[in-house]
């Protein structure tokens, strides 16, 4: 059965310092796409990643940085100087090759205060 | 456009009205669904149309109807809903089923 564990909660820092919200997958396929997403207060859930199981390359986007590591299936989240406007909940999901059905972890409110 | 639509954005009903959701994109993706997300925790897949066919339904009780009249629509039929059926209702599309989703705003249900 797939599962994605996201032990962090609540993350709680001050305005620019770096913050990683973890994530752990659990799957029996050797293909399979890992997601991040961003949910603001608003409601709306925002992509920000996707990557296959097939490319460990890890990824920069500006402020943004994911490290996928299949040998501990992990694929964690780094914020660098994190800013008020990153407050959200963040989910990271999993899905099998084909289908759409996406497992979410049941996500970790991050809270930037100035 | 590169947005999924949902309307309603709130929506008040009681438990004999039959009301419908609505969902459209235009970025030509041939996947769509609908999720339920309830207060402090991650959607839950209730169904996936994929090139408008039906493909997934989570056991979704028969009061929730889905319908894709074309590629574009989605659309969410209610009916005799209860209170516990009060939460965000997302739309999402991608460009096939294995793609990453995106989601619209929501329509925020709450059944009296």
């Known amino acids: 059965a797939q599962k994605v564990t996201q032990a962090q909660t609540e993350i709680s820092v001050v305005e620019k310092e770096d913050v990683t919200l973890d994530c752990v997958y659990e799957?029996?396929?050797?293909?399979?796409?890992l997601f991040w997403y961003k949910q603001p207060p608003s409601g709306e859930l925002v992509f920000l990643i996707r990557?296959?199981?097939?490319?460990?390359q890890n990824e920069i986007s500006g402020r943004y940085s994911w490290n996928f590591q299949k040998s501990t299936s992990s694929f964690n989240f780094t914020i660098t100087a994190s800013q008020v406007v990153d407050s959200a909940v963040y989910f990271c999901a999993l899905s099998e090759a084909r289908g759409g059905k996406l497992i979410f972890g049941q996500g970790t409110e991050l809270s930037v205060k100035p | 456009d590169t947005e999924v639509t949902q309307t309603p954005k709130h929506l008040v009903m009681g438990m004999t009205n039959k009301k419908s959701l609505k969902c459209e994109q235009h970025m030509g993706h041939r996947a769509m669904y609908w999720y339920k997300q309830k207060a402090k925790k991650p959607p839950e897949l209730m169904f996936v149309y994929s090139y408008e066919k039906l493909s997934i339904n989570e056991s979704v009780p028969s009061r929730f109807s889905p319908e894709c009249p074309n590629s574009s629509l989605l659309n969410l039929h209610l009916h005799a809903l209860q209170p516990e059926d009060s939460a965000l209702y997302l739309c999402?599309?991608?460009?096939?089923?294995?793609?990453?989703?995106?989601f619209g705003p929501g329509t925020r249900l709450t059944v009296l």
């Open positions: 990557r296959n199981s097939f490319d460990e």
């Open positions: 799957t029996r396929d050797t293909t399979y796409y």
């Open positions: 999402a599309s991608s460009q096939r089923d294995y793609n990453e989703q995106f």
